[in-house]
């Protein structure tokens, strides 16, 4: 069994201004940077065995805040954020958010990962660590929407799931037990 410590990265100015992010790559900022020192406080290392994170500077910048010199970090381009394509930059849609996350409808226009894809990379990542780490203790450094793919390859989906009934919040553990 594995355990996995799953965290978003810390808060960036695009967060704050409700802007897709996707793959554009954006640091934290100052409050990002307070709060993920502030979650800090509460991660024991020593319950963690491996540290993967994706490459992007607002994850790297958590990550090392996290973890320092303390433990290995892992870079690895499967834990990206989804890409929204021309709508990285724009102000969150709620009806786009919709499209995003409809199963049945699974959306790519525009340059935007679908959901089907995000999902089946989320499923890679986790036979690729269940591979290689078995037994590990896992930190896993993402992004919000790769996130809720892991969560949902976790806990179970089908064509019906509410997809925005879990949405990741900035600079918070989410912890699951993986065989």
């Known amino acids: 069994m594995n355990k996995l410590y799953i965290v978003r990265h810390g808060k960036t100015d695009w967060n704050i201004k409700g802007l897709l992010q996707g793959l554009t790559d954006i640091p934290l900022n100052m409050e990002g940077i307070k709060e993920v020192k502030d979650l800090k406080e ?3 290392l020593n319950d963690i ?3 993967i994170s994706s490459p992007l500077k607002r994850t790297k910048m958590t990550v090392q805040i996290l973890v320092g010199d303390e433990k290995k970090i892992i870079y690895d381009d499967m834990l990206k954020e989804r890409a929204f ?3 990285e930059g724009k ?3 709620f009806d786009l958010i919709y499209k995003l996350w409809n199963y049945k409808l699974n959306y790519s226009e525009e340059n935007i990962e679908s959901l089907k894809n995000c999902l089946k990379r989320a499923k ?3 036979d690729k660590i269940k591979k290689e780490y078995p037994d590990k203790n896992i930190l896993i450094v993402s992004h919000g929407s790769f996130i809720k793919a892991l969560h949902y390859n976790l806990v179970g989906y089908d064509e019906n799931t509410s997809f925005l009934s879990f949405s990741p919040n900035n600079a918070t553990i ?4 993986f065989y």
């Open 174 to 177: 989410y912890s699951y037990d």
């Open 91 to 93: 102000s969150i849609d």
């Open 85 to 87: 394509g021309n709508y």
């Open 49 to 51: 065995d491996i540290c």
């Open 124 to 126: 890679r990542f986790l």
């Open 42 to 44: 509460k991660l024991d």
